[in-house]
């Protein structure tokens, strides 16, 4: 039986010199900035938020309500995930059109008036050795209860993505290693974006406890 390597994940970041201090700005910064900006500020915020499961799970939908005050678009920007689209592109493309199309309703750029600038940053997630392999259903609940958090976030955030297999690695598993298809399923219909990845682990956890 094939085994189930976890893996966790680190994640190097880079300051790329670029800030909005309007929702204008933003916009336009968001349209030129490289790519693996955009999955800094979108896909990796629960990596860095382990956590905390807030209403705005992303740094621009943060930004836009908390330091611009403008939690109408804030809330807009925060219904953007990964698990609506295939590609960071495409996550780039739908969040200048929601900027757009809100900017086009108003007469008054909403700025940082008392608040702090966006700085954009640019990051890339680079795979560490936990050396925790499991070959049992049994051994793979005991692991997910104790596994460093970087590894749920590698396994699921990150495969679905970066890696364009567009399910997680646990659901994959599952399925393949261990015939358990319907478990990936549950696994797969989980709103990873409504918890914080200890609140994901939780809930993948009282999956796992309701199978045989």
């Known amino acids: 039986m094939d085994q189930f390597d976890f893996k966790g994940c680190i994640e190097i970041k880079e300051l790329l010199g670029k ?35 807030g209403p ?73 050795p936990t050396d925790v392999r499991v070959s049992t259903f049994r051994e793979f609940k005991e692991a997910l209860k104790t596994i460093d958090a970087s590894a749920i976030y590698n396994h699921i955030f990150e495969a679905r993505l970066r890696v364009r297999r567009g399910r997680s690695d646990f659901s994959i598993w599952l399925e393949e290693a261990l015939s358990k298809k319907e478990l990936a399923r549950k696994f797969e219909m989980v709103d990873s974006y409504m918890y914080s990845l200890e609140g994901l682990r939780n809930k993948l956890l009282e999956l796992c406890e309701g199978e045989a």
Request: no cysteine; charged share 25%.
């Open 56 to 128: 705005y799970p992303n740094d621009f939908a943060n930004w836009v309500a908390i330091q611009v005050r403008d939690r109408v678009l804030g809330e807009k920007l925060a219904s953007v995930t990964s698990e609506q689209f295939k590609s960071l592109e495409e996550i780039r493309l739908e969040l200048a059109a929601i900027i757009d199309n809100h900017l086009s309703m108003i007469h008054i750029i909403p700025s940082v008036v008392y608040g702090q600038p966006f700085y954009f940053m640019k990051s890339r997630i680079i795979e560490v």
């Open 19 to 53: 800030k909005a201090d309007d929702e204008l700005q933003l916009l336009e910064l968001i349209e030129e900035v490289p790519i693996d900006s955009i999955y800094y500020h979108t896909h990796s915020y629960f990596l860095r938020h382990p956590y905390i499961a």
